[in-house]
């Protein structure tokens, strides 16, 4: 039988600077000894801690279920939009956390956010949702990686994912990613990146024409 998955993020800490906010999420083995600190899903650990490990999620209909996102208080949205209605998202880049609005409450995500230099801010609507979306690497992003393709197909093997949700005209997206590692990470060129399971959740809750505030 195959080794139980865990998932545990794993705060990089070094014992002479404060706590860097850059988890590491370690998929397949048991947290090891020595591990210094953790992020606990809700805050920031500065003290050292060992967590349990939990398990990975896993989409709906497969062996161990899906563990579904947080749901949260919309009164722990700190200086949360008014403008926002249930329906709509708020995307915290510096938390890495992207909050789908409810009535009172909010249901939490963890995502991957743009690296130094490609974060953004602004509001935009979804115009579009699209399932195992196909790629075409922007020409700046080609530059930068002439390795990559002028199109690659949907499936498993494409960095969009399971399901993508389109930002207004821009060539950002909310997607799912093959790399799970990078969640809760600062590496993309400006899109949000989820576990593909999370972004098949929010998929099926999203309405085209949702506001998308990013902060």
Known sequence: ???????????????????????????????????????????????????TPRPARRAAGTSGGYAPPTQVPLADLAASPAQLAAGDILIDTSRRRLYLIGEGEALRYAIGVGRDGFRWTGTHKVSAKKEWPGWTPPEEMKLRRPDLPDFMPGGPDNPLGARALYLGSTEYRIHGSNEPETIGRAVSSGCFRMTNQDVVDLYDRVKVGAKVVVR
């Open 1 to 51: 039988a195959p080794a139980a998955a865990y998932e545990i993020e794993v705060l990089n800490r070094p014992s002479h600077a404060r706590a860097y906010r850059e988890p590491r999420v370690i998929y397949g083995v048991p947290p090891a000894a020595g591990v210094e600190s953790a992020y606990d899903g809700d805050d920031w650990v500065g003290e050292p801690v060992i967590r």
